[in-house]
């Protein structure tokens, strides 16, 4: 029998096993047929090791799991005790920080000090979903006094959960948050780009409580273990995060198969705009972070800059001074604050675009090329000379690319900034707070930052207007994705009319 555990080794925690199996009923195990696929370190483009491939069968031996535990074991847990099995779960997960953040570094690229932060943010989250589970509350109507109604909301069922490269660990617990605090059972299916940190956390699922089946963790692909998930007559929601045109994919297959609910994070393009009056330094670096933190990997990524006539020439230079000085490298130096791209796909995605940026007359200001000769490096790069139609000023990157415009008034900036058909983000940077709130409220975004960027909180929801997406993740809001409202009647008895 192959195994689902191998060695393998970080350079800050050494030799550790690396689960490598499917996690269905608490334990790892091989796929039906077999088969793994390899995982490659974007920094080396090494093989770090081959994990085991979950197919439509074992997406199905997943869902059957979960349902058993939906119907039985889990239906017995109170959601006291639900609360406090995720509590241990944030807690193991803190326990083991350096080796998650170690794993996801390896296997994601992204640099040990933002895989500490994604795996903090890991931690809270679950500890404050788990913290709603006991008060999850519904209500009584008064109709009619020979007759009682109450409103009672309950758990959805099975839920399959779908999730991206970019934050592995801290998207597979924005989403399985809300749906254990709710009494769900869960599918997820990882990102064959990064399925090796959440099969380490899958360890702790067990040891923090949780009976088996409850929380399934497969890794696959799209088109087969994706695909199969989504269409699935026996699972009940699905939830996904990735780009708009797998949303619409998914959107289909649930409409096709059982009409499953749906929840979808999806792309962005958002809007960064630097008012005259701006406390420029602040704005400079508030900018950088927010296309060049995660590489540019990001939904909310602020790709397209916006700065005012007045200041736009002094914030160029700056701003290209900047960006240049984001140090580029190994994720494990603890200097680095940007590593490779994911993939050989989404590294000539994005040299695909600059070419393209170059071939519509943008003007490359800084970067543009590969950085070093090994691994999936690309420089920071900026673009100028840019038109609204172009396809950098369009289309999602999700890469260090980003693209800077001069306008005149509120009005037209207001215009720009809305020109997209995305919806998930937007960022104001002035000293005038009744701009800063006109203009929050004329872009048509689901999040807007005020003199900062990316500052994401797990009790703040988060998600898209237009083509970002439908529902809200995080906070109060993201629990109604997981629960069904049942309204109920009850005759006090008395004649039937
Ligand atoms: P990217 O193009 O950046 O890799 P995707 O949207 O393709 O992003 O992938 C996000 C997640 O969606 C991954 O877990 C991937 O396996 C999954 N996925 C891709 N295609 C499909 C599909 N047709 N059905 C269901 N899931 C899919």
Not at 45 to 66: G, L, P, Q, R, T
Not at 81 to 91: D, K
């Amino acid at each position: 029998m192959a195994s689902v555990f191998t060695e393998l080794k970080t350079p800050i925690t050494g030799a550790y096993q690396q689960p490598t199996g499917l996690f269905i009923n608490n334990e790892f195990v091989e796929g039906v047929d077999k088969k793994t696929f390899e995982v490659i370190n974007p920094s080396t483009e090494e093989v770090i090791c081959s994990v085991h491939e979950a197919n439509e069968k074992d997406v199905d031996i997943a869902v059957a799991a979960a349902r058993k535990a939906f119907e039985g074991e889990w239906r017995k847990v109170t959601p006291g005790q639900r609360g406090r099995f995720m509590t241990n779960l944030a807690e193991l997960v803190e326990k083991n920080v350096d080796l998650l953040a170690a794993v996801e570094s390896l296997d994601n690229g992204k640099s040990i000090t933002m895989a500490k932060g994604d795996v903090g943010a890991v931690a809270a989250c679950i500890r404050y979903y788990g913290g709603w589970a006991d008060k999850i509350e519904g209500s009584t109507v008064d109709i009619a006094p020979d007759m009682f109604h109450y409103i009672k909301k309950e758990p959805i069922g099975v839920c399959g959960q779908i999730i991206p490269w970019n934050f592995p660990l801290l998207m597979l617990a924005w989403k399985i948050g809300p749906a254990l605090a709710t009494g769900n059972t869960i599918v997820l299916k990882t990102a064959e780009q990064t399925p090796l940190s959440a099969l380490v956390f899958a360890q702790f699922v067990k040891e923090a409580g949780f009976p088996p089946g409850v929380l399934n963790i497969i890794s696959g692909f799209g088109k087969t273990a994706g695909a199969a998930i989504s269409s699935h007559m026996d699972v009940d929601k699905v939830a996904f995060t990735g780009s708009t045109i797998v949303g619409r994919s998914i959107m289909k297959a649930a409409a096709a198969s059982n009409l499953k609910k749906v929840t979808l994070e999806l792309g962005g393009k958002s809007p960064n705009i630097v008012f005259d009056d701006a406390d420029i330094e602040q704005a400079i670096s508030w900018v950088n972070y927010g296309i060049y933190y995660n590489h540019g990997q990001c939904c909310c990524a602020g790709t397209r800059i916006y700065v005012q006539e007045g200041i736009y020439d002094k914030f160029v230079e700056a701003f290209k001074k900047r960006a240049q000085a984001n140090k580029v490298g190994d994720p494990f130096h603890h200097e680095t604050f940007q590593g490779p791209q994911v993939s050989q796909l989404q590294y000539d995605r994005i040299m695909g675009y600059i070419e393209s940026g170059k071939e519509d007359g943008a003007t490359i200001e800084v970067g543009g090329e590969r950085h070093g000769d090994k691994g999936y490096f690309i420089q920071p790069t900026i673009f100028s000379n840019v038109t609204s139609e172009m396809k950098i000023m369009q289309e999602e990157i999700f890469g260090p690319v980003c693209a800077i415009a001069k306008f005149s008034t509120e009005e037209d900036v207001i215009k720009h900034g809305n020109d997209t058909i995305y919806g998930l983000a937007a960022a104001v940077h002035t000293q005038d707070v009744n701009r800063a709130i006109r203009v929050s409220n004329a872009l048509r975004a689901g999040t807007v930052w005020v003199n900062c960027y990316n500052m994401l909180h797990h009790q703040l929801p988060f998600g898209g207007y237009k083509a970002s997406g439908i529902g809200r993740e995080l906070g109060r809001e993201a629990l109604n994705n997981y629960l069904e409202t049942k309204s109920v009647a009850i005759r006090l008895g008395g004649a039937l009319f």
